[in-house]
């Protein structure tokens, strides 16, 4: 797959979960307590997603140098975008 553009992922650890008025654009929220990942859809159209980290859900990785690879890919239905996040760049496909 080709790479159509990359964007650059905060990943914020956290506890609870910020309300969704509360979430900052590019940025994905993880709970390992509960988890859980949960961000504004990475391709600007504000769309809550949710990452189930247990039971067949997404497999998160943390890397070594502090970045996060999540798998496999996450597709957004409602607005036809696809990306993969790896070492914490969100790379569109």
Same mark, same amino acid.
């Given at each position: 797959?080709? =790479? %159509?553009?990359?964007?650059?992922?905060?990943? @914020?650890? &956290?506890?609870?979960?910020?309300?969704?008025? #509360?979430?900052?654009?590019? =940025? %994905?929220?993880?709970?390992?307590?509960?988890? @859980?990942? &949960?961000?504004?859809?990475?391709?600007?159209? #504000?769309?809550?997603?949710?990452?189930?980290?247990?039971?067949?859900?997404?497999?998160?990785?943390?890397?070594?140098?502090?970045?996060?690879?999540?798998?496999?890919?996450?597709?957004?239905?409602?607005?036809?975008?696809?990306?993969?996040?790896?070492?914490?760049?969100?790379?569109?496909?």
């Amino acid at each position: 797959m080709k =790479t %159509l553009k990359k964007v650059p992922v905060k990943m @914020v650890f &956290v506890d609870t979960m910020p309300e969704i008025d #509360k979430m900052e654009p590019e =940025t %994905l929220y993880i709970s390992e307590k509960y988890q @859980v990942a &949960v961000g504004l859809c990475l391709c600007g159209c #504000k769309e809550q997603y949710v990452l189930p980290l247990h039971n067949g859900g997404w497999v998160m990785t943390k890397e070594n140098n502090g970045t996060v690879t999540f798998s496999p890919s996450i597709l957004n239905t409602w607005c036809n975008s696809h990306y993969i996040i790896r070492k914490s760049i969100a790379n569109f496909v």
